[in-house]
């Protein structure tokens, strides 16, 4: 049982939470960062170490999510009766050291051993952050806060592409990934020095607080209670359909524009830095004003903006696969770069809110789970086989029929969302007096 105390009326966003919302976001910017270097540099690293587009799917996607994903629930559940701020410090050590090693690989089966172990560290990283962000900003805010913290994919993918290309046009390809390892073990330490844990449920409307029974709650069971809710499967399986698309796209949109629309690293570390950079960036702080902004009215606003937002990007993503060249194939690419992420802050803010605070770390990495082993772990791999499979039929332009192949799932995913606002509706009226 979870029994209510007096709500406290008093508490406000301070500085400090402000402050710790500003680490966190950096923290987040590392670790997509480091995720995406292995995409942004994928062409010297297949010229260098000889691996073929299936292997790169598989290299950013599978192998990668099955220790990420699988690996959050353990930690997320241990996050949920420790630390959540020493959990995330030491995640952002142990992931920023793999980074490093990605570096001295010197061959496939060695980058997949590194890349594996940046997924044990970064498995340790977002969900935490999610808890501690959801007990420092009260629910009204809360989604504009999880906006804020997920600007860090698209400032760290357009860094990373900016930082990480210059580097190895200037170097090799191996630099970026010892200069970001070394800045991220660093981070980890002012992380554990600085970052403030707040009280569990600080920030709600009714603060609760936890009884032995709830506290003492077993592993299995916490993972059961989540599956047994048909909102918070649902919205894990739509938010996975669309991040099929984002990482199917994201992993090999550099590969994709220099190898077929012609473009170079030093193209890539200003032209396509800056369309990541500006559209996520924007998209995704838009889509926690405008989510905030509906949910007022009515929750379904969590699953209908994203499904709206997936249905206009279609058209703009086949302009961005059809066109001759990189420099129109960029501009058609700013509208999926701003559209593609409206569900993430959406979905995350959902979760969080449906939760018990003392869950929310399992919770989190529960959604994870899902929405990654689907989008992280099999949209790479997706892409990577189907340019395989179109290469003797295509040629060259292989690739760019596995990314037509890749259009199809912008209306699965709407679909998805769709079912998830007439879940949420339903809900809502079994639930009214």
């Not at 170079?264 to 200003?270: F, G, K, Q, R, S």
């Not at 039929?393 to 998830?420: C, I, N, S």
Request: with cysteine.
């Amino acid at each position: 049982m979870i029994a209510a105390t007096v709500p406290d009326t008093s508490y406000k966003s301070t500085a400090g939470a402000r402050i710790t919302l500003g680490m966190l976001c950096f923290v987040y910017v590392l670790n997509f960062l480091d995720r995406q270097l292995i995409s942004i540099l994928a062409k010297p690293i297949q010229d260098g170490l000889n691996i073929t587009d299936g292997q790169l799917g598989l290299l950013t996607g599978f192998y990668f999510a099955l220790f990420y994903c699988f690996i959050a629930i353990p930690i997320g559940w241990l996050a949920d009766r420790t630390s959540r701020v020493k959990v995330l410090s030491a995640a952002c050590a142990i992931w920023s050291g793999a980074t490093a090693a990605c570096g001295m690989a010197g061959s496939y089966a060695q980058l997949v051993a590194a890349r594996m172990m940046v997924g044990v560290g970064e498995a340790g990283g977002v969900p935490p952050s999610y808890a501690i962000i959801s007990d420092s900003f009260p629910r009204d805010r809360r989604t504009t806060a999880m906006a804020i913290f997920n600007l860090g994919p698209p400032i760290g993918s357009a860094l990373g592409v900016a930082f990480g290309a210059s580097l190895a046009a200037a170097f090799n390809w191996r630099v970026p990934f010892y200069v970001i390892g070394a800045i991220g073990v660093v981070t980890a330490l002012v992380v554990y020095l600085t970052v403030r844990e707040p009280k569990r449920g600080e920030a709600d409307e009714l603060p609760v607080a936890v009884t032995p029974e709830v506290a003492s709650e077993g592993f299995v069971a916490t993972i059961t209670q989540f599956f047994r809710n048909p909102l918070l499967v649902m919205v894990s399986l739509a938010s996975g359909a669309g991040n099929f698309i984002t990482y199917g796209l994201l992993n090999f949109t550099v590969l994709f524009l220099m190898r077929e629309k012609g473009m170079t690293l030093e193209d890539v570390a200003v032209w396509y830095a800056l369309v990541v950079g500006i559209g996520m960036s924007a998209g995704i702080y838009a889509s926690g004003r405008i989510v905030d902004r509906f949910a007022r009215r009515s929750k379904t606003a969590f699953a209908t903006v994203p499904a709206a937002s997936l249905i206009l990007a279609v058209p703009f993503f086949l302009g961005f696969v059809w066109a001759p060249t990189w420099e129109v194939a960029l501009v058609f690419l700013v509208v999926p770069m701003f559209l593609n992420s409206f569900f993430l802050s959406a979905t995350v803010t959902f979760v969080q809110s449906e939760v018990a605070p003392e869950r929310r770390v399992i919770s989190g990495a529960l959604l994870l789970l899902v929405m990654n082993f689907i989008g992280l772990g099999l949209g790479p791999t997706y892409v990577g086989m189907a340019s395989d499979f179109f290469l003797p039929t295509y040629g060259e332009h292989a690739l760019q029929a596995a990314y037509y192949a890749l259009a199809p799932m912008y209306l699965v995913a709407a679909l998805l969302f769709l079912w998830l606002a007439r879940l949420i509706k339903r809900s809502a009226s079994d639930t009214a007096p």
